[in-house]
């Protein structure tokens, strides 16, 4: 919700300002992907994973826009009601512009929850940006697959004209006639006077070229699909962008991890407590660090023996205190 319907709600607190409310997301750390507690899949696990990719576009505070990734890993689905199912054992996954640790974050989770080698292929469906692709070299096994979603946007964009080559271009595709597909496309150019239009359609047919092969996976087995645009909807844009706003990139960074840690079953109040004893953990080390410091230099008569050990690295002072004691 809205930091304002946040205060509306809470008002017995004594927090009646919309920034405090901000403040404490923005000061607290990222939630990390891994932050909620790993499921053991590895007795159970499928010969076939799925994940899947999408990106949320978010308006910044500085009149510019930017993208928040989100990608999810799942076992396939199950009906709930006609028409309706339901992701089996799906894990949430975000970040702004890092693809490395992004893809890094996912790899980990697919190695720690499951039993790779009973694992016969990944399927990695998205729209075919170039940082969706770039999963399929982190992750073991992965297939890249195009969604159905994009494709048919494509098909419509390049024929939305000319109704009556929709269903030819489309069947073509489907039978992996590639010849015939781009056959079709050079007579809908040509037969096409706005040079927008053409345009256009030579855009859908780089698109469904440079996707060819992630296309035809969509005939593979065991192939179900892919829903990421309403993942997107869900997990990111409800917050994020569904209504005129502007983020700063800390709070959007922020914000869309809690979306994902949500998402994931975390716990707010035992996440923020963790981060509070890390905190509180680390203040008290640094404490005794400088007393033991400042106790080594009323001995060494103002110098610590052996600086040159405390700045190789990152040292606490109890160790560089102990070991110039030993003559290291």
């Known amino acids: ?186 007579v809908i150019i040509k037969n096409t006077e706005s040079e927008s239009k053409k345009k256009s359609i030579r855009d859908a047919m780089t698109y469904i070229r440079n996707n060819w092969d992630g296309i035809q996976r969509q005939k593979a087995k065991g192939y179900v699909g892919c829903s990421a645009e309403g993942h997107v909807s869900h997990v990111l844009s409800d917050r994020l962008s569904s209504r005129p706003m502007g983020w700063s990139k800390k709070g959007l960074l922020h914000m869309s991890s809690m979306r994902v840690f949500q998402h994931n079953g975390g716990n707010f109040y035992e996440q923020l407590l963790r981060g509070h004893n890390a905190t509180m953990t680390e203040a008290r080390i640094t404490k005794l660090d400088n007393r033991v410091l400042n106790k080594a230099k009323q001995v060494s008569g103002g110098v610590v023996p052996n600086v040159s050990f405390y700045l190789q690295g990152k040292k606490t002072g109890t160790s560089v205190v102990l070991k110039s004691f030993r003559g290291l």
């Open 1 to 186: 919700m809205s930091y304002q319907r946040t205060v509306d709600l809470i008002a017995h607190s004594g927090i009646t300002s919309k920034t405090s409310v901000m403040n404490v997301v923005k000061e607290s750390e990222p939630i990390p992907n891994d932050a909620t507690e790993l499921p053991n899949r590895k007795e159970e696990t499928p010969s076939i994973l799925y994940i899947e990719a999408d990106e949320d576009h978010v308006a910044l505070q500085s009149g510019k826009s930017t993208i928040s990734k989100i990608v999810y890993v799942h076992e396939g689905r199950k009906p709930l009601s006609k028409g309706r199912y339901q992701l089996m054992n799906k894990r949430y996954f975000t970040a702004q512009g890092d693809n490395e640790a992004l893809w890094l974050d996912v790899a980990n989770y697919l190695d720690q929850v499951y039993d790779m080698d009973k694992v016969q292929v990944v399927y990695l469906s998205g729209d075919g940006a170039s940082w969706i692709k770039e999963g399929t070299k982190w992750i073991v096994k992965s297939k890249y697959v195009l969604d159905r979603f994009h494709l048919s946007k494509y098909i419509k964009l390049a024929t939305a004209h000319m109704d009556y080559a929709r269903e030819p271009l489309t069947k073509y595709i489907r039978k992996g006639m590639k010849k015939a597909v781009f056959d079709l496309f050079k």
